[in-house]
Nanobody
Framework: QVQLVESGGGLVQPGGSLRLSCEAS????????MGWYRQAPGKQRELVAA???????NYADSVKGRFTISRDNAKNTVYLQMNSLKPEDTAVYYC?????????????WGQGTQVTVSS
């Protein structure tokens, strides 16, 4: 069994900051790319940022320069530092990771954490 547990969401004013965390736990052999997606009401889920095990990153154009993704491979944890938040960043944020277990590699998702940017 593998679980991704997210934390760090909440309500913040425009211009503020939040840090999301996501820890993978269970019978894990290896964690490959990890990433953050978000889904706003009435919209499709979209990639926010991703990072591979070597530290290479990519970001959605809408968050470049404001968000930073990082990971701690020893802790199987990925972080998303979100600065200069805007109302349009409001969404449920989901952690995703490709993880190898004894039966092979699969994509896993967290339960989602709400981020609301509002004054």
């Amino acid at each position: 069994q593998v679980q991704l547990v997210e934390s760090g969401g909440g309500l913040v004013q425009p211009g503020g900051s939040l840090r999301l965390s996501c820890e993978a736990s269970g019978s894990i052999f290896r964690v490959y790319p990890m990433g953050w997606y978000r889904q706003a009401p009435g919209k499709q889920r979209e990639l926010v940022a991703a990072i591979n095990s070597g530290g290479m990153t990519n970001y959605a154009d809408s968050v470049k320069g404001r968000f930073t993704i990082s990971r701690d491979n020893a802790k199987n944890t990925v972080y998303l530092q979100m600065n200069s938040l805007k109302p349009e960043d409001t969404a449920v944020y989901y952690c995703n990771a490709r993880i190898r277990v004894v039966t092979g590699a699969s994509d896993y998702w967290g339960q989602g954490t709400q981020v609301t940017v509002s004054s």
